[in-house]
């Protein structure tokens, strides 16, 4: 399986916005939950938000409002828009998808399948 490929990272202010994208075959479509995770510069690589086949979601905290996850299965793309952002979303971006033996549990999913990672950098 490709591994599945991020974008739209990029540098921002404070309070503006980006909207990153996740694709790759089969990445949404063969798999019961995808999701975001961030990991800032010497911190662990934390859940940011997740979606399930059922089109449920679930939200970090820290970005519950400010974010919205979301995928198209026909294109088999994972988004995620990132509104207000903030000097502590500063991070590289993952997303991710959940596999049988994956290893890292969020929100009641199990992660194994990762993309490379797209930087985010939100000044003051």
């Known amino acids: 399986q490709v591994q599945p490929v991020e974008s739209g990272g990029g540098s921002v202010q404070a309070g503006g916005a980006l909207r990153l994208s996740c694709a790759g075959s089969?990445?949404?479509?063969?798999?019961?939950?995808v999701g975001w995770f961030r990991q800032a510069p010497g911190k662990f690589r934390k859940g940011v938000a997740r979606i399930d086949t059922t089109g449920d979601t679930y939200y970090a905290d820290s970005v519950n409002g400010r974010f919205t996850i979301s995928k198209d299965n026909a294109e088999n793309t994972l988004y995620l828009e990132m509104n207000s952002l903030e000097p502590d979303d500063t991070a590289m971006y993952y997303c991710?998808?959940?596999?049988?033996?994956?290893?890292?549990?969020?929100?009641?999913?199990?992660?194994?399948?990762w993309g490379q990672g797209t930087q985010v950098t939100v000044s003051s």
């Open positions: 089969g990445f949404t479509s063969s798999t019961h939950c």
């Open positions: 991710a998808a959940a596999t049988t033996y994956g290893s890292v549990w969020y929100a009641g999913c199990r992660f194994g399948y």
